[in-house]
């Protein structure tokens, strides 16, 4: 087996992250995201981490069907499509891969509307509140999940 491949999946908005409700959502950028997510697989499982985002919902749902012929598992941040979409929810069970939601702040502290999610039942689980370390738990919940990360 190869070296593993992970999308790292961002939804509408989060190419503002560090300047966008920096109160809700943090300080860091993208990019920075990014660069620590790929950091942190590349020196503790040696893996590749593969990062896009899409405002749009057909490119999240287009990025999902590509990753069915390179991806080893998805990590995923819908953004508000969380609670909308039911094409992004029908990508996600299309998939036949590991996928790991997640949000940086805590939706169940928000408003109503954010409660309801309909890509959840479609991912191994949800991680939610924990601003940017959210994904890297995401990271470590999915290496868990592919058995590169033995229990403690």
């Known amino acids: 087996m190869g070296k593993r491949r992970v999308l790292v999946l961002h939804g509408p908005n989060l190419n503002l992250l ?11 950028s993208l990019p920075e995201l990014n660069e620590r997510l790929r950091d942190l697989a590349r020196r503790r499982w040696d893996w590749e981490v593969h990062a896009a985002q899409y405002n749009t919902e057909g490119g999240l749902v287009s990025a999902l069907h590509q990753a069915r012929v390179w991806a080893d598992g998805v990590v995923l941040n819908p953004g508000g ?22 949000h940086l702040s805590n939706v169940y ?41 033995a229990p403690a």
């Open 81 to 102: 499509y969380t609670h909308t979409s039911v094409a992004l929810r029908d990508a996600l069970a299309a998939l036949p891969l590991p996928v790991v939601e997640v």
């Open 109 to 149: 502290a928000r408003e109503a509307f954010r409660h309801t999610s309909l890509t959840a039942a479609r991912s191994l689980g949800v991680i939610s509140g924990f601003g940017w370390y959210s994904y890297l738990l995401a990271l470590y919940a999915l290496a868990h999940h592919l058995g590169d990360e």
């Open 18 to 28: 560090g300047s966008r409700e920096p109160d809700v959502y943090g300080r860091m």
